[in-house]
């Protein structure tokens, strides 16, 4: 019975985690001016996400993909593809089979990921041929032209034939591959057989080819002259892909709290914009003027005209505190205008309309109790 029992809960907990592991949908495919980009398989296990796609060189080019660089990310970290380095020419196919190993916080079987696909590069054009020289091979020579190193591995003399085993190796920055060209090789010293065309070499990395001669009595050298030469790589931005499973569901948006954040925005653009009118300003300024003629209160009726219409600027303040004739009235003014701004944050400016320095330090004094 209890064998039965455990054998019973074995199957429920398969089950459940058969049960909820995800879906997902499969991404758009990306094309652009030199690759298409089609996605396979996207899968979650326990400890793990498979993500592949195949890539097709589409343009005249070659296409590099560095797949160490490719990334998913969710909020809580990012996690990288295991690595591989892909050569893709002209026409061509590969596909990129990814693995992600997940460590916590990150999470498997998520509902909604990113995937980052960094780490693709192109190049088109062939840089100028490198100027190598001549060289007579011998076992365990070494030559360096520029960023290319020559080695010959290799050098058999038989009868009627030499064996030369040739290892040319690119030590070019990230941004650039070597190219090495066979048909371009001249061999003195007799008949040559070189199977290899030749290839492009990533930094770092070495391409191994042999040549049999067929020697015709003359000293035998190898002319590199127009054989290496470099090209420029480009990065190729394919940008962030969000994954979705198929249960996963928006977030359903809180229309009441949208509408307010927009209303108070409005309200806030409104304030940050509040000014006189062109003819409340004027008409102000020349009752302020009749007012100081007459010996009246212009501070007293500037207050009930600027609370009556709400709202008043630093730049309008300034221009009405030149109307007044004594600087008491206009610090007076300035602090009365303050609480009706709208622009708070440009009203030091007012400090420098007041003349005498004691006046200046009130107003200024004033500002910091506001805050």
Do not use: W
């Not at 780490?119 to 030559?143: D, F, H, S, W």
């Not at 591959?177 to 070189?194: E, F, P, Q, R």
């Not at 701004?341 to 420098?352: E, I, M, P, Q, W």
Request: with cysteine; net charge positive; charged share 25%.
């Amino acid at each position: 019975m209890r064998k039965i029992t455990l054998l019973l809960i074995s199957v429920l907990v398969l089950h459940s985690t058969y049960a909820q592991q995800a879906t997902y949908k499969m991404p758009e495919v990306i094309n652009n001016q030199n690759l298409n980009l089609t996605f396979l398989k996207v899968r979650s296990a326990t400890t793990s996400y498979y993500v592949n796609y195949k890539v097709k060189n589409t343009g005249n080019g070659i296409l590099i993909i560095d797949r160490s660089k490719t990334s998913i990310k969710q909020k809580d970290g990012t996690a990288n593809a295991l690595a591989k380095m892909y050569t893709i020419k002209p026409g061509k196919s590969v596909t990129v089979y990814n693995q992600f190993r997940i460590k916590a916080p990150l999470k498997a079987n998520a509902d909604i990921f990113d995937i980052a696909i960094d780490g693709i590069k192109y190049t088109e054009a062939k840089e100028p041929v490198l100027n190598a020289k001549k060289i007579t091979p011998e076992r365990g020579l070494v030559q360096t032209f520029n960023d290319f190193e020559i080695k010959i591995m290799e050098y058999n003399v038989r009868t009627g034939r030499t064996f030369i085993e040739v290892r040319c190796k690119y030590n070019g920055n990230a941004n650039s591959l070597g190219y090495v060209d066979l048909s371009k090789i001249n061999v003195t010293g007799g008949k040559a057989s070189i199977v290899k065309k030749g290839d492009i070499i990533l930094t770092g990395k070495s391409y191994t080819f042999a040549i049999n001669v067929k020697p015709d009595g003359n000293e035998l050298s190898l002319d590199f002259s127009n054989v290496l030469g470099t090209m420029k790589l480009t990065d190729l931005n394919i940008g962030k892909i969000t994954v979705k499973s198929t249960r996963y569901k928006e977030p359903v948006k809180d229309k009441k709290k949208e509408n307010s954040a927009k209303q108070d925005s409005i309200k806030a653009v409104k304030k940050e914009l509040c000014a006189l009118s062109y003819n409340d300003f004027a008409s102000l300024r020349a009752d302020i003027k009749k007012i100081l003629n007459e010996g009246g209160k212009p501070i007293e009726t500037s207050h009930k005209f600027i609370a009556a219409k709400g709202c008043i600027n630093t730049d309008q303040i300034v221009e009405l505190m030149e109307v007044f004739n004594l600087d008491g009235q206009r610090l007076k003014f300035a602090k009365m205008a303050y609480k009706f701004t709208s622009d708070k944050h440009r009203f030091h400016l007012t400090v420098a309309k007041l003349s005498y320095l004691k006046n200046k330090q009130a107003l200024e004094e004033f500002l910091e109790q506001q805050h």
